[in-house]
C-alpha cells in the first residue's frame, strides 16, 4: 500500500497548478487554436458518488467518492484510485489529466482517469476499507469496464484493494473481468514484473540519459531520494548495472557514503528494521534535506512531490535529475535548473514504467495468457528507451527542456487523434 503524508506547497504553486502551467506552454509552443486547448483542458466526465459504509463501530458513514476521466481520446481511461483525507475533486480532476499525459508520452493507447474518496486509510480496518472499496466500485460500475475505463492502485490502495475491486465488478457483471484493473495480486491475473516496474522505469530513463550526457557508469554518483517501492527497486536496479550509488534517504533520514552504499545490504536491513533505515550503519547519517544538494553527478527524487523549490533549486550540484516520484520539482524550480544547464527527465517519461507494466497486465489479461517476466522486462526497457529517445529529439527541434518536449508530443498525439476522430 502506497501512503504519503501530504507535502507542505512550498512554492504556492502546487504540483498540479506546476503540471498545468508545462501543459500551457507546450499548448503555446506547439500553437493550437484556444478550441483545441479548450478540448484538451476540459475533463471528458466527472462522476460523484456517495458512499454509505457502515463501520466497526456499527455507525454508518458516508463517504464522496470521485471519479474523472480526463480523456478517452487515445483509448480507455486509465488510473489510479487514491483514499486520502485530502482527496477533492480538484485534485482528482488534475491527477486525471496528468495520466493522459503520462500515457501519450510512452504510446500505451490509453486515455487518462483518477479515482478518489477522502478517507483516512490509516484509521480504517481491513473490513472498513473492504466495505468502502466495495461500495466505491458498486457506484462506478458503468463507468469502470476493460474497454472504458480501467482503475488501479495510487495512495492508500494496494493489490488487495484492487482484488476486492475486480470481485465486486465481477459480480456486477455476472462475469470475472481481469482486465477492468490493474495492480492485482499476481493469482489473480496480476502482472509480473508489476512490482517493481516503476523503479526499472527510472534505471533505464537514467542509463539512457546518463549515456547522452556522457557519465560514465560506474565513475558517476547517484544519490536516491526516498527508499520505498520507487527508490529502493530503482537503486538496486541501478547497483545490479554497476551504478555508484552514494547518498539514500526515507522518512528516518538521509544516509551518505562518498565510496558507495551496498544497496542489498539497505534493503536487508530495511526489511529487517520494521521498514526503516533508521540506525542504518553502512553510511554517515546526515540531515534528510541536504541529500538533494549533495555533490553528485545524478540526483533521483523517488519520495515525494515538491522538493527541489525555487528555494533549493540553486544549491542542487547534480548534473542531472532523474524524477521517480510524481511532481517532485516545481515550475518555478525547474527555470532555475535550467539556467544552471541541470537536465531533468520528467516525472511522466521517468516513472511511465509502472504504467507501461499496467498496460501489460491489460493486455495479458484480454489474453487470457501470461507472459514470462523476461518478455515484460525487455518490453518495458523498449518502451522507455523509444519514448526518451523521441523526447530527447524534441527537445533539440525546439530548444526546449525535456520536460516541455515530452508536453509536446503528449499534447500533440491527443490533439492529433482527436483531429481524425472527430467531434460534434
Ligand atoms: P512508498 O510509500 O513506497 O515510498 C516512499 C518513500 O519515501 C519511503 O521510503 C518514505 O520513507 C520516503 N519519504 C517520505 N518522505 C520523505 C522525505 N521527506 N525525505 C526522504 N524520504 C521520504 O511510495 P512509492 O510508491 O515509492 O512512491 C514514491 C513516489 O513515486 C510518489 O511520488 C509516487 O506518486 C510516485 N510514483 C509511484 C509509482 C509506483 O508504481 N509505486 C508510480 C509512479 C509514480
Known amino acids: 500500500m502506497q501512503y504519503l503524508e501530504p507535502a507542505p506547497i512550498k512554492d504556492r504553486e502546487n504540483p498540479l497548478e506546476s503540471m498545468m502551467s508545462r501543459f500551457d506552454e507546450a499548448v503555446r509552443i506547439l500553437g493550437l487554436s484556444d478550441e483545441m486547448y479548450h478540448i484538451l483542458k476540459v475533463p471528458a466526465r466527472q462522476v460523484i458518488v456517495g458512499l454509505p459504509v457502515t463501520m466497526d463501530s456499527g455507525k454508518v458513514k458516508v463517504f464522496e467518492g470521485y471519479r474523472v476521466i480526463h480523456s478517452t481520446i487515445l483509448g480507455p481511461g486509465k488510473g489510479g484510485v487514491r483514499f486520502d483525507p485530502d482527496v477533492t475533486l480538484d485534485e482528482v480532476n488534475a491527477l486525471a489529466a496528468w495520466m ?103 534505471m533505464i530513463s537514467t542509463l539512457v540519459s546518463m ?24 537503486a538496486k536496479l541501478l547497483e545490479e548495472k554497476g551504478c555508484n550509488i552514494v547518498a539514500i534517504s526515507d522518512i528516518s533520514g538521509a544516509y551518505y557514503n562518498d565510496k558507495g552504499i551496498s544497496i542489498a545490504d539497505a534493503i536487508t536491513y530495511r526489511d529487517e528494521n520494521g521498514g526503516t533505515l533508521e540506525n542504518f550503519k553502512g553510511a554517515e547519517k546526515i540531515d534528510a534535506d541536504s541529500l538533494l544538494t549533495l555533490p553528485v553527478d545524478v540526483l533521483i527524487p523517488a519520495a515525494k512531490e515538491d522538493v527541489i523549490t525555487m528555494h533549493n533549486a540553486d544549491k542542487i550540484q547534480a548534473k542531472l535529475i532523474v524524477e521517480g516520484a510524481n511532481g517532485p520539482t516545481s515550475a518555478k524550480a525547474d527555470v532555475i535548473l535550467k539556467d544552471k544547464g541541470i537536465i531533468a527527465v520528467p516525472d511522466i517519461l521517468a516513472n511511465a514504467g509502472g504504467v507501461t507494466v499496467s498496460y501489460f497486465e491489460w493486455v495479458q489479461n484480454r489474453m487470457g495468457y501470461k507472459w514470462a517476466l523476461d518478455r515484460i522486462n525487455r518490453r518495458c526497457e523498449r518502451a522507455i528507451t523509444n519514448a526518451f529517445n523521441q523526447v530527447y529529439d524534441t527537445s533539440l527541434k525546439y530548444d526546449a527542456s525535456l520536460r516541455t518536449a515530452a508536453y509536446i508530443i503528449a499534447i500533440d498525439k491527443v490533439a492529433t487523434t482527436y483531429k481524425y476522430r472527430g467531434g460534434y
Open 211 to 234: 549515456a547522452k550526457l556522457g557519465l560514465h557508469i560506474e565513475k558517476a554518483k547517484i544519490a536516491v531520494q526516498g527508499f520505498g517501492n520507487v527508490g529502493s527497486w530503482a
Open 100 to 202: 493522459t499525459w503520462k500515457c501519450a508520452v510512452v504510446d500505451i493507447p490509453f486515455g487518462g482517469a483518477k479515482g478518489g474518496v477522502a478517507c483516512n486509510p490509516r484509521e480504517m480496518s481491513a473490513g472498513e476499507m473492504e466495505r468502502l472499496i466495495r461500495a466505491y466500485t458498486k457506484g462506478m460500475q458503468d463507468i469502470f469496464g476493460p474497454d472504458k475505463d480501467i482503475p488501479a492502485p495510487d495512495m492508500g490502495t494496494g493489490p488487495r484493494e484492487m482484488a476486492w475491486l475486480m470481485d465486486e465488478y465481477s459480480k456486477a457483471k455476472g462475469m470475472t473481468t481481469h482486465g477492468v484493473v490493474t495492480g492485482k495480486p499476481l493469482v489473480l491475473g496480476g502482472s509480473k514484473g508489476r512490482v517493481e516496474a516503476t523503479g526499472r522505469g527510472v
